[in-house]
T-cell receptor
C-alpha cells in the first residue's frame, strides 16, 4: 500500500543551524511533491512545490530536494529562527480509488528551534 | 486580503445531533476541499468540488455530506456525529484540478467537539 513517512520524532535544532526534514514514500510515483507548514490549531500553509524532473528548489532560506530513485524528499531551513518552529508536512500526488489525482499528506515533523 | 474563512472556529455538538460547518473563500478558486485532521495525524481528504462537480473519497462515511451553493461557499454537514468525529475540519481551495501543480490554500479550521 502507499505510504508516506516523515521523521516520526520531533526535531530540536539550535537557532542559526540548518534544519533538515525527511519525507520518504513507498508505492508512489509522484509527479509533484509539496511542503506545507502548520502551526498549532491552524490550517497548513503552502511553502514549496517540486516536480519529479526537478532535483532542487529554493525559496529564501528554504530548500527542497526530490530524489525519485531514493523515493525521498529533503526539506532544509537554513539559518533557522525560533519563528520557524512548527509542524512541516510533505504531500504527494497519488491515485485515489476513482483514478483521480489525490494530494496525500504525511503526518508531519514537529520542528522546534531552540534560541 | 483574499482568503479562506471558516466558521465557527470551535463547535461543540452532542452525540447524534446534526451539525454544519461553513467555509467561504474570496480567492475565486474553482476547487474546494474538505479535510478531517485528528490530533498528530495527517489531514485526510473527505471530498472536493470542482465547480459544482462533487467528488467523494471512497472511504468517506455516509454520515458526511457537503453542499456548494455557489463558488464562494461550501458547507460540511455531519448528519449524526459520533465521538470518533471529533477532529479539526479544514477547508481548502485551489485554482485548478491538478492537485500536484496547484498549491492549496487552507482556512484556519473548525475544531469540532462531540459530547
Amino acid at each position: 500500500s502507499q505510504k508516506i513517512e516523515q521523521n516520526s520524532e520531533a526535531l530540536n535544532i539550535q537557532e542559526g543551524k540548518t534544519a533538515t526534514l525527511t519525507c520518504n514514500y513507498t508505492n508512489y510515483s509522484p509527479a509533484y511533491l509539496q511542503w506545507y507548514r502548520q502551526d498549532p490549531g491552524r490550517g497548513p500553509v503552502f511553502l514549496l512545490l517540486i516536480r519529479e524532473n526537478e532535483k532542487e528548489k529554493r525559496k529564501e532560506r528554504l530548500k527542497v530536494t526530490f530524489d525519485t530513485t531514493l523515493k525521498q524528499s529533503l526539506f532544509h531551513i537554513t539559518a533557522s529562527q525560533p519563528a520557524d518552529s512548527a509542524t512541516y508536512l510533505c504531500a504527494l500526488v497519488g491515485r485515489s480509488n476513482f483514478g483521480n489525482e489525490k494530494l496525500t499528506f504525511g503526518t508531519g515533523t514537529r520542528l522546534t528551534i531552540i534560541p | 486580503d483574499a482568503m479562506v474563512i471558516q466558521n465557527p472556529r470551535y463547535q461543540v455538538t452532542q452525540f447524534g445531533k446534526p451539525v454544519t460547518l461553513s467555509c467561504s473563500q474570496t480567492l475565486n478558486h474553482n476547487v474546494m476541499y474538505w479535510y478531517q485532521q485528528k490530533s498528530s495525524q495527517a489531514p485526510k481528504l473527505l471530498f472536493h468540488y470542482y465547480d459544482k462537480d462533487f467528488n467523494n473519497e471512497a472511504d468517506t462515511p455516509d454520515n458526511f455530506q457537503s453542499r456548494r451553493p455557489n463558488t464562494s461557499f461550501c458547507f460540511l454537514d455531519i448528519r449524526s456525529p459520533g465521538l470518533g468525529d471529533a477532529a479539526m475540519y479544514l477547508c481548502a481551495t485551489s485554482r485548478g484540478r491538478n492537485r500536484g501543480l496547484y498549491e492549496q490554500y487552507f482556512g484556519p479550521g473548525t475544531r469540532l467537539t462531540v459530547t
